[in-house]
Nanobody, 125 residues
Framework: QVQLLESGGDSVQAGGSLRLSCVAS????????MAWFRQNAGRDREGVAA???????VFADSVKGRFTISTDNANNTLYLEMMNLKDEDTAIYYC???????????????????WGQGTQVTVSS
């Protein structure tokens, strides 16, 4: 059984930083495309960042230069480092695992099979 458990969400001031974690069980994070998505009330789920098995990364234009995605094989964990946070980054952030080793550059949610429950990030100015 695959489980993805996110943590690290918090309320922060604009310009601040957070690191989100996603501990995986039943799936090995370095063997699949792993990604972070986010969703705010009344909006569609948006792909934020993804990392492929070969280390290639994809980022949404809105977070390029501010967010970093990485995996930790020893702890089977996916991370999202977020810097210079903005009000518009406020959302529930979800961890997701695809069945493929490569990532679709479009960050379409349809490519992902397993999802976590989400962690809330709130940014205020």
């Amino acid at each position: 059984q695959v489980q993805l458990l996110e943590s690290g969400g918090d309320s922060v001031q604009a310009g601040g930083s957070l690191r989100l974690s996603c501990v995986a069980s039943g799936v090995t994070v370095i063997w699949r495309c792993m990604a972070w998505f986010r969703q705010n009330a009344g909006r569609d789920r948006e792909g934020v960042a993804a990392i492929a098995v070969n280390g290639d990364t994809v980022f949404a234009d809105s977070v390029k230069g501010r967010f970093t995605i990485s995996t930790d094989n020893a702890n089977n964990t996916l991370y999202l480092e977020m810097m210079n946070l903005k009000d518009e980054d406020t959302a529930i952030y979800y961890c997701a695992a695809a069945r493929t080793s490569w990532c679709d550059e479009s960050l379409a949610s349809s490519g992902f099979t397993y999802w976590g429950q989400g962690t809330q990030v709130t940014v205020s100015s």
